[in-house]
């Protein structure tokens, strides 16, 4: 604890330092944050970076570079420098944007003031603006220097909390002239990034004051209610809590990514390899230099057999396609899906585990106070009328009415009841404020604004609270207690308790807690104790949240001792919380336990459906809930996350951390199985046949230049014209499969979600490893020996009328065998067919017409011959139609490999999958009465009545922006792909009837 900050001090705080080697600097920062990821100066070295950390642009890179020697270049200069740079510019576009949009996002929290170091005096304005630094709340103009907070920027919750002052500060700062002339001096913990710790001491006139996380006004909440407060810099700049949060963000990289990575350098080792033995035929140089100099020219030429990075297209076109689809907006809430994450999408669709949260998750979050046991004696609801209409502070949204328990709490002689809701009228953390002339309660969770709300209605209001007082009307008697300690709600702890004074004098414990925490800590265990627990069990088989309540009476000397321990404890800035832990266990012992509570949270609507449809994906689902193990049991159940052959694990302690930076949100569970099993299957569909797709391009048209070198006696030479390489990976062959990567569709949705058994490919990584890696290298070597001596043995028939021999003929009849060959293939793996794939068809064969016109014509060649060394000029034996038939020949001669390979093997849903998918829905949708099976005995005993944690906190819903959808434009008949086999693995014949049912769409 060697921060130190004294008020109105600047020379006192700017004298600590830092030292590095012979540099110094200040320990403290200053207000100044820059939340921007890039400035000015820095945007083009730091996106450049962070671009070439892809090792197929720094390959790229590499061959630019050789290309700037005239010794090695054989190509232009521009065949790889244009793509590149048009790569690289529509990235560092997409980047800046995305980070303009961030900073703009956060511009509340980002701003500063220059002047508020540490030390300085400030007060949040009202309107309310988010504080500017993390301060030590001093004082403010609400009763007992309160201060209402909202963190929805820090943790989502947007419920009030409430901040104090320390009682020293708030009896003696009572103006501006105090506030000046004050002189104390904070002793605490160094910055961290703990946003809900804080441990520290105020020394002042010769004195110390305890400081905790109730006494902060953190960098990023929003004072509400609260007209001026006054604060002093604790934490400032870099140094606030929440800007410690901020962590340096490391970039995700999908299966596919880091497997590109490695396929990339294998392409690269084989182009080395292939090349390893060429020897120079020309002596301008040593035989050596000459080899050197001929192995990295050809090199360059066949450098763009390495795929350039077209995915980020793809992924953030289906990004797009999740932010648009309407059937994952929930308009109660008006929450769509929101992919967060542009980089992750095939990703979705290889997920084998999902671990999730039950309260808010799987739950709809909304707490209902459903029944309750006090004194042993279970009350439920009943469908009685109204009966609070003699209770003006009644809530009437509260459904829940027992007229037997209200009489017994309207006569007010058992004291059992009687202390059972004062209890839940004085136990809490609630902020009330008044509105409309009604009481409106605000809540850290759900829990506590069900339970006192319940309270309310049956008499027992909580109007208001001070720093050390809470004021309730008891059936309509006000009665202001004295708080005299708070031992407030922890996972550890499991409980929470309030000791206070009454206005008789006497002192009481009141405490709420789990089960388990609350029995161990009972006086005696009797008949009701046993009810109670009988209680418990019976609640948490109907799927109810349940709470134990306790109290007991303090004697004064006891609690004189207990003060002076706990005042001690307070002030420590070592080990301060297992003192205070230690403390409030000695006063928690000895309690007489009054009943407890039950309060029920809805599963969402779809939540059942869901989970069965992942399970028959082969998705694992894993929930973690604080609940008693009947209550996870009987609602795992149902929802047929648990059965009778699964064993439940329990785990002691347990942390959830809520995580704020989400890749992909949305409101409702059920929309989890249309993200995953539809966008998340279709994504890794598109990217595993984008990539083999441009693979087998790529080698098709350029494994023709190693062909051509055994011609031209290994001397570099291309055999493609300069433009014609430039253009193939941009214009000519890029539409096609970047349709493929965008738009195309195996099955229907629909048809995704009725066969979740087609999920599996990409959990088995079927679709794109090395194996498919290496038959799309084969396959697309093939196509480009067809085409070049297919090409080459027709230019030799000199007395043929299709005879040609010069060398711009050949290399331009050869390219465009290659690109009709590309286009057939893409043509056949193409399998939702719309206006866009033909658009993209005809559009590539266009460009590659006018391209060739315009790079060819001969003013173009006078202006430039070096530039432009192609003539569009008919070679002998054009004009009667030789190229024309010779390309015509060509595809025959290839047509016979592609028949015979079959476009299945290009089908991302095998024959096999979907018949086995349908087969094993047949076995499913079986007559259960046929089927004799031997039930196994259950590890899950429903009658279990060990006692379990039950308590704990609700989480908001995440958030998500508006979606829309596309349909499927063309469907097999019955929805069935064309190359689909029935359960058998046989061929599905037209005009058949299978057995097809869909009882679990």
């Known amino acids: 604890f060697t921060w130190e900050v004294k008020a109105n001090s600047r020379a006192f705080n700017s004298q600590f330092k830092t030292s590095f080697l012979c540099w110094q600097r200040q320990k403290y920062k200053s207000n100044v944050i820059h939340t921007a990821k890039y400035n000015v100066f820095s945007f083009l070295p730091l996106s450049l970076y962070e671009q070439f950390h892809r090792v197929s642009n720094l390959y790229f890179l590499f061959i630019i570079i050789l290309q700037g020697f005239p010794e090695i270049s054989t190509l232009p200069w521009f065949t790889l420098f244009a793509p590149l740079v048009c790569l690289l510019t529509i990235r560092a576009t997409r980047d800046l944007v995305d980070d303009i949009v961030s900073v703009a996002g956060g511009r509340g929290l980002g701003r500063a003031g220059v002047g508020e170091g540490q030390g300085a005096m400030l007060f949040p304005p009202n309107p309310p603006a988010p504080p500017q630094a993390d301060l030590l709340l001093l004082a403010s103009t609400e009763p007992s220097s309160l201060c209402y907070v909202e963190t ?26 105090n506030m000046a002339s004050f002189q104390g001096k904070v002793v605490c913990e160094e910055p961290n990034s703990r946003m809900h710790h804080f441990v520290g001491c105020l020394e002042w006139n010769g004195r110390k004051h305890p400081l905790d996380s109730g006494n902060m006004l953190l960098r990023g909440c929003r004072v509400r209610n609260t007209d001026t407060c006054y604060g002093m810099v604790i934490y400032a700049g870099f140094d606030t809590k929440i800007m410690k949060n901020c962590g340096r963000i490391h970039q995700k990289r999908t299966k596919i990514d880091r497997l590109m990575n490695k396929l990339v350098m294998l392409v690269r080792g084989l182009e080395f390899k292939a090349k390893h033995h060429y020897v120079s035929s020309k002596h301008l140089y040593s035989v050596a230099a000459e080899t050197f100099l001929i192995f990295w020219g050809f090199l360059t030429q066949l450098s763009v057999m390495v795929p350039m990075a077209m995915v980020e297209f793809i992924y953030l076109g289906n990004s797009i396609f999740i932010n648009w689809d309407v059937q994952m907006y929930h308009a109660p809430q008006d929450e769509p899906a929101k992919a967060r994450s542009t980089s992750l999408n095939d990703q979705l669709g290889q997920v084998e585990y999902i671990f999730s949260d039950k309260t808010g998750t799987l739950t709809q979050n909304v707490m209902t106070f459903k029944k309750c046991c006090i ?8 469908q009685a009328s109204n009966p609070y209409l003699w209770n003006k502070f009644a809530d009437g949204k509260l459904l829940y009415r027992n007229e037997r328990l209200l009489c017994a709490v309207r006569h007010n002689e058992d004291k059992v009841v009687r202390e059972f809701w004062r209890l839940l009228a004085i136990c809490h953390t609630v902020m009330v404020q008044e509105k409309d002339n009604q009481l409106v309660y605000q809540a850290a969770s759900p829990d506590e604004e069900a339970l006192v709300t319940a309270a309310r209605n049956f008499g027992y209001v909580f109007l208001a609270r001070t720093q050390d007082s809470i004021t309730v009307m008891e059936l309509g008697e006000k009665r202001v207690y004295q708080v005299l300690a708070m031992m407030d709600f922890n996972s550890i702890r499991k409980r929470m308790s309030v000791l206070v004074r009454n206005p008789e004098g006497s002192i009481y414990l009141y405490t709420k807690g789990a089960d388990v925490v609350i029995f161990e800590r009972l006086h005696k265990k009797g008949m ?3 009810a109670t627990e009988e209680a418990l069990a019976s609640f948490a088989e109907e799927t109810l949240r349940t709470l134990c309540l306790a109290y007991k009476e303090v004697d004064e000397d006891m609690y004189e001792e207990w003060r002076q321990r706990h005042q001690e404890a307070s002030i420590l800035l070592q080990n301060r919380a297992h003192a205070l832990h230690q403390v409030y266990e000695e006063m928690e012992q000895g309690l007489q336990l009054l009943g407890a509570t039950a309060i029920e949270d809805r599963l969402q609507d779809g939540v059942c459906d869901t989970i069965k449809c992942l399970k028959q994906g082969n998705i694992k689902v894993w929930v973690l809930t604080g609940d008693k193990q009947e209550t996870a049991v009987n609602i795992g159940c149902p929802c047929q996350l648990l059965s009778e052959s699964m064993l439940i694990l329990e785990e002691k302690e347990a942390a959830i951390q809520a995580v704020l930076a989400s890749d992909y949100s949305f409101s409702q569970f059920k929309f989890l199985q249309r993200l995953l099993l539809v966008h998340g299957r279709w994504s890794y569909v598109r990217v595993c046949k984008f990539l083999r797709c441009f693979i087998y391009k790529t080698v098709a048209s350029m494994m023709v230049q190693v062909w051509f070198a055994f011609y031209s006696g290994f001397t570099a030479q291309p055999l ?7 253009l193939f990976n941009l214009l000519y062959s890029t539409l096609p499969v970047l349709y493929i990567g965008l738009f195309e569709q195996d099955v229907s949705a629909q048809r995704s979600l009725e066969l979740p058994q087609l ?5 088995k990584d079927e679709l794109f490893n090395y194996w498919v890696f290496l038959q799309a290298l084969a396959h697309g070597t093939v196509t480009s020996l067809v085409n070049f001596f297919v090409t080459l043995w027709v230019s030799h028939d000199s007395a043929g009328p299709v005879s040609f021999s010069d060398y711009q003929s050949f290399a331009v009849v050869v390219a ?11 043509t056949l793996v193409i399998r939702y067919w719309t206006v866009l794939s033909v658009l993209a068809i005809v559009l590539s064969l266009c460009f590659y017409v006018l391209a060739t016109w315009a790079t060819q014509s001969f003013w173009l060649f006078q202006i430039s011959p070096s530039t432009f060394p192609f003539l569009c000029e008919p070679p002998s034996g054009e004009r009667g139609g030789g190229p024309w038939t010779q390309t015509g020949s060509t595809q025959a001669g290839r047509g016979r490999s592609v028949v015979a390979k079959g476009s299945s093997e290009w089908c991302p849903l095998g024959a096999g999958d979907l018949g086995a998918a349908l087969a094993l829905q047949e076995v499913e949708e079986a007559p259960s009465e046929e089927i004799i099976t031997v039930e ?27 979606i829309t959808q596309g349909t499927s434009l063309r469907k097999a008949p019955g929805g069935i792909p064309a190359s689909s086999t029935g359960p058998w693995g046989k061929s599905l014949v037209s005009g058949v009837i299978y057995p097809i049912t869909d009882k679990n769409v």
């Open 152 to 177: 929805a920027d820090i943790d989502g919750e947007t419920n009030l909390k409430f901040r104090q002052a320390p009682p020293v500060t708030h009896l003696e700062l009572t103006s501006i002239r």
């Open 375 to 382: 004194g042993g004696v279970i009350y439920g609801g009943s």
């Open 528 to 530: 009701k104790e046993w």
């Open 720 to 726: 493609y014209e300069g433009w014609f390489l430039a």
């Open 759 to 763: 999920y599996t490919a990409g959990q």
């Open 816 to 826: 465009m065998s290659g690109l009709l060959s590309i286009t057939m293939e893409v």
């Open 936 to 962: 196994p005995g259950p590890y899950l005993h429903r009658g279990s009545r060990g006692r379990r944690s039950s308590y704990a906190f609700s989480h908001r819903e995440g958030y998500a922006d508006l």
